[in-house]
């Protein structure tokens, strides 16, 4: 067993024991709200947007991204569990920044061993096999912030399973600074209909 396991067992442990009212908490988010973020490690949305265990749905991926199965998310949280805001929020020195779809590939193809980053780009160092797959899937990378936001609310707003009447709002998050910056074009993008 890794030292990193028994150190998330040790910690769940010490939660668990003074697990306390968190067992009552409601399954719908008590502010009505979810927010749509990366996966990155710098982020938590909890803090930032100045919530309380229950209060959001949180649902992340690489980049905070309006995928397929984001959108799934989304309509679940609302549709089953009637959240009626969302956000949108993607960050600053995010990592989908640092490649493109074609990096990604090769990459793949190369090795399935992690790759390594410095000033000149991506590296590959692992043994192969890799795997030509990664070729036909869509990372959904950024090169513009603001527009990549954009481009999600306005995916989200668009989707048929989504009701006209929910707001969706775009920001990015300075992980500099830690403040919210809002994206008037995606929120535009969002705005009921």
Known sequence: MSNLKNEIIAANQAFASDFGDQSRLAMPPARGLAILTCM???LDPVKYAGLAEGDAHVIRNAG???SDDAIRS???S???LGTKEWFVIHHTDCGMETFT???MGDLLASSLETARVDESGWHD???GPGSPAGR???WLTISDRAESVTEDV?????HPLVPGNLPIYGFIYEVESGRLVEVPAATEAGRPL
């Open 40 to 42: 990155d490690a710098r």
């Open 74 to 76: 989304l309509v679940i």
């Open 64 to 66: 905070g991204r309006a």
């Open 125 to 127: 160092h692992g043994q």
């Open 101 to 103: 779809n074609q990096i």
């Open 154 to 158: 306005a995916r989200i707003r668009a």
């Open 136 to 138: 036909d899937i869509d």
């Open 78 to 80: 609302h549709k089953l």
